[in-house]
């Protein structure tokens, strides 16, 4: 019986992998003992011999090489008609290199393409075409398992240390481990080539935290995603576009949002809040009743200012969908969407524990609708 934690443990422990929930112990015995078996080393090097077609890549700032088909992901499955590629998820691997490209080709997960720490070297792990299992139990617009419409981006990042502690490490005390500049040039050469081959909407390139409320951190607060944004890919919203919403919903909310506002407009960008209960209810039952009856039968009871604030989001804008006619949303998942909306849009509120007020939430997100007007419908799809 091994009670004490020995050293490749505790090693495994700070390398805890996006494959599994980052602030819990979860050990792979497999993973901890790969660095003491030297014949891996051997077996990868010999894969890369007979495998390797390189291709040399001269951006505008970058040259760098593709490895193309350098270790094929063995579970990877086909796209069918309808399960076109209609969104990006990036990710970090929590491990060190031989460690990352190990987990991704021979493990349950893949990815794509992985992009390293340290040189000018992206992976091309499998097909864009073919479905590869990144993400697990996933949820975005609507529509679960994003691993069928989407592309995997690994990158190969520590994630965070904890100052204090291995296990259920504050928000506070998550020290971030920061993604290299070539690093940082590779992800925006790969995402613009990825972008030239499919149409994706911007609200649909998330990151793993994004659409795997309360089980992912990745890629974290410190992921480029306003740089990309500079650059061509995915949504984000400056500061001016934040001050003008927050000026309109001036008009007609004054003091603080309610959170039910707030959680109606969580769904509206994405995020997957909905409560268990509304699973089995048909709401178009219940069509012809009144938004406060309908209310009340989903088990709300507004008090007056959430219900005004409602109707004020209403005036603000619409957006097509007034998820709230219809929904129940789930208290913890909220804080879970928060947590990760805040990591991707405002993510240095992030890093210097700022909690939101609901009327800046509510704000960028409504930015960002505003701003990104033809976005996909229900699971990225158009
Ligand atoms: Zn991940």
């Not at 992009?115 to 975005?140: F, Q």
Request: some cysteine; glycine content about 4%.
């Amino acid at each position: 019986m091994k009670i004490n934690l020995n050293f490749i443990t505790l090693i495994s422990i700070l390398f805890m992998s996006c494959r599994t929930q980052t602030n819990k112990i979860e050990i792979d015995e497999t993973r901890s003992n790969l660095a003491a078996d030297k014949s891996d080393e051997k077996k990868l090097s010999e894969i890369v011999n007979s495998e390797i077609k390189q291709k040399t890549i001269i951006d505008d700032t970058l040259k760098y090489n593709i490895n193309e088909k350098y270790l094929k992901v063995n579970k990877y499955q086909k796209r069918f008609k309808d399960e076109k590629v209609t969104a990006i998820v990036f990710h970090y691997t929590a491990l060190p290199f031989k460690k990352s490209l190990k987990h991704l080709t021979e493990g349950g997960h893949g990815a794509h393409w992985f992009i390293p720490a340290h040189s000018k070297t992206i992976y091309s792990l499998a097909d864009e075409n073919k479905r590869v299992p990144h993400s697990g139990e996933s949820e975005w617009k609507s529509r679960q398992n994003i691993n069928v419409i989407s592309i995997g981006v690994e990158i190969e990042n520590l994630g965070f240390k904890c100052k204090i502690r291995k296990v259920n490490c504050p928000q506070e005390n998550m020290q971030w481990i920061p993604y290299s500049e070539t690093q940082q040039k590779l992800i925006i050469s790969l995402s613009k080539d990825i972008l030239n081959r499919h149409k994706i909407d911007p609200l649909c390139i998330v990151g793993h935290s994004d659409i795997a409320l309360d089980r992912k951190f990745d890629p974290g607060p410190l992921f480029p995603w306003k740089r990309l944004y500079e650059n061509g890919i995915g949504g984000w919203v400056t500061e001016s576009e934040i001050q003008t919403e927050i000026a309109n919903i001036n008009k007609y909310i004054q003091g603080n949002v309610s959170r039910i506002v707030v959680q109606s407009r969580l769904y509206e960008l994405g995020y997957n809040i909905e409560h268990a209960r509304n699973k089995n209810k048909n709401p178009k039952n219940n069509s012809n009743l009144s938004v406060e009856k309908r209310l009340l039968m989903r088990g709300y009871n507004l008090r007056e200012t959430e219900f005004s604030d409602l109707s004020a989001l209403n005036k603000l804008n619409k957006f097509g969908n007034n998820y709230i006619k219809n929904f129940i949303f789930d208290e913890n998942k909220t804080n879970s969407a928060i947590d990760a909306f805040t990591m991707h849009y405002v993510p240095q509120a992030y890093l210097h524990n700022e909690i939101l007020e609901n009327k800046k939430i509510l704000a960028v997100i409504q930015a960002l609708l505003v701003k990104y007007p033809n976005r996909a419908k229900k699971g990225c799809s158009y």
